[in-house]
């Protein structure tokens, strides 16, 4: 397992922005599959973006596809969420994972953070 810290969430308004970052320390970021998911008040953990090794391949939930962009800087040991037109439903503690093979099921990733808090107001 892997140390991970996430920052970046906030309060911001429907149709606005915000970039996370999640830096990954005792380890090293290209030998993990780096992801994204969230998690609503009263509701399960659920996917939102997954981007492969070397940053070649990503895949993100529908529900954010066009809107959120997942990226990483393996030289900097960070990954980012790049999320635009935020809705209210996108209301959630964000949290990074690292994983050795990704997928949407949450039970398959082994390191999380600690999750950081974003609020759409409308």
């Known amino acids: 397992q892997v140390h991970l810290e996430e920052s970046g969430g906030g309060l911001v308004q429907v149709g606005g922005s915000l970039r996370l970052s999640c830096v990954l320390s005792g380890g090293t970021m290209y030998n993990h599959v780096m992801g994204w998911f969230r998690q609503a008040p009263g509701l399960e953990r659920e996917f939102v973006s997954v981007?492969?090794?070397?940053?070649?391949?990503?895949f993100s939930a529908e529900s954010v596809r066009g809107r959120f962009t997942i990226s990483r800087d393996n030289a900097k040991n960070t990954l980012y969420l790049q999320m635009d037109n935020l809705k209210p439903e996108d209301t959630a503690v964000y949290y990074c994972?690292?994983?050795?093979?990704?997928?949407?099921?949450?039970?398959?990733?082994?390191?999380w953070g600690q999750g950081t808090q974003v609020t759409v107001s409308s």
């Open positions: 994972a690292a994983s050795e093979r990704g997928g949407s099921d949450p039970r398959g990733w082994h390191s």
């Open positions: 981007i492969s090794k070397i940053g070649g391949t990503s």
